[in-house]
């Protein structure tokens, strides 16, 4: 499939560091991004879809790094159905697994949480809500878990493993099991600040220091945060990313994001929601903790959009949250809203008013071209003027 955006009035391209491109067309094929820049007669003739952005603002898909999917698009902790495919009309369309923890009566024994791992990233392997991608089964660290257990699980296709529901005697008690895993190629995450539900425990930045994870999960709180002096701690004095979240707490939330601003570790910085959980469904999750930080700090909202994007694959190896060639084309239109005192998106997230999400394309097929169900909508008016396609998108 060859698809083209037109007509762009801003890209932003996932990176904080080079956070704008001068293209003003896009040109995505079989999935990928194939080029930025500019189109001809011949690229518009050859294209099975264009879309004209109308002067709008271009960026990727914005990953959540901490989505509590069980199987299918359910939620048993909110007892929702479509939950992911309504995230991907909140511009979310990468969704990583926060571990499969709210699977009723998930099983606890070490037999029991390779299966589970490998049977929902098995489920999710195919399986796209909504257009979006699924990193599911995120293997959950019980005592007795080994190397050998994480080799296997590995050579299954998990890559995912989370630190916190364990039945340890203390958190510390997770740090061998950590260290086993990423020397088995897995990606680490601890649930950190106090306890969230029944089972887990109070995780701080002494213990998170003692388990060195790559991923520092909702560290300003999911719900509750941790103690004050441990944020300086896990910032200054370790390599491991820091993870808010919407569902935590805000202050801390804008705190992390200063310090990581002002010491230029910005890269470590990663935005997602901790959703679906006793906080609720919250398909705008990514926008909201965005235009807070956007309006409430002095930081540039095209940087917070790198931290929902490019900093996110860049700490989780994947080959999205970038606009450039060779990268998986998932791709929004961002709007600035109707009604709204902004020209643009970038502005309104800066004056704190969430952008309208115009049109989101993801594995290069267009999943809805207009305006999203979820957010307001845009004042541009964003449409396709070309498609060949049938029933791929409204």
Not at 25 to 46: H, Q, W
Not at 251 to 268: C, G, Q
Request: charged share 20%.
């Amino acid at each position: 499939m060859y698809g083209i955006i037109q007509n762009i009035g801003c890209v932003v391209t996932g990176s904080w560091k080079r956070p704008f491109s001068d293209a003003e067309a896009l040109v995505c094929e079989n999935g990928k991004i194939v080029r930025l820049g500019s189109v001809d007669a011949a690229d518009l003739d050859r294209a099975d879809y264009v879309v004209d952005a109308n002067g709008a603002t271009v960026c990727p898909g914005f990953i959540d790094s901490q989505v509590h999917n069980t199987f299918g698009d359910y939620t048993p902790r909110q007892k929702t159905v479509g939950f992911l495919e309504s995230y991907v009309h909140g511009g979310t369309t990468t969704a990583i697994s926060a571990s499969e923890v709210h699977v009723p009566g998930r099983p606890k024994d070490v037999e029991g949480v390779k299966a589970l791992a490998v049977a929902a990233h098995k489920c999710f392997e195919h399986y796209r809500p909504g257009g979006m991608r699924v990193h599911a089964g995120s293997v959950i660290l019980e005592p007795g878990i080994e190397y050998e257990d994480f080799v296997e699980i590995h050579k299954k296709g998990v890559w995912l493993a989370k630190a916190g529901f364990g039945a340890v005697n203390t958190p510390f008690d997770y740090a061998p099991m950590v260290k086993a895993a990423r020397r088995a190629g897995l990606i680490t995450t601890v649930h950190t600040g106090g306890a969230s539900i029944p089972g887990s425990s109070a995780i701080t930045g002494e213990h998170l220091i003692a388990m060195n994870p790559h991923v520092s999960f909702h560290i300003n709180g999911g719900p509750v945060a941790m103690p004050e002096a441990d944020f300086e701690l896990i910032a200054l004095h370790s390599d491991i990313a820091m993870q808010v979240c919407t569902a935590g707490n805000l202050r801390t939330m804008i705190r992390l994001a200063k310090m990581s601003v002002e010491n230029d570790i910005f890269h470590r910085y990663l935005i997602a929601t901790d959703t679906p959980t006793g906080s609720g469904i919250m398909p705008l999750g990514m926008i909201y903790s965005m235009i807070y930080l956007a309006s409430l700090t002095d930081i540039p909202p095209e940087w917070l959009i790198s931290a929902s994007t490019g900093n996110v694959a860049d700490i989780y190896n994947l080959n999205c949250g970038y606009l450039e060639a060779g990268k998986d084309a998932d791709i929004l239109i961002l709007d600035a809203p109707l009604g709204g005192v902004a020209r643009t998106a970038l502005e309104a997230m800066k004056h704190g008013d969430p952008p309208a999400v115009a049109a989101v394309i993801t594995d290069g097929v267009p999943r809805f071209v207009g305006k999203s169900r979820n957010t307001p909508a845009p004042m541009r008016e964003i449409k396709t003027v070309k498609s060949k396609l049938i029933n791929y998108f409204c």
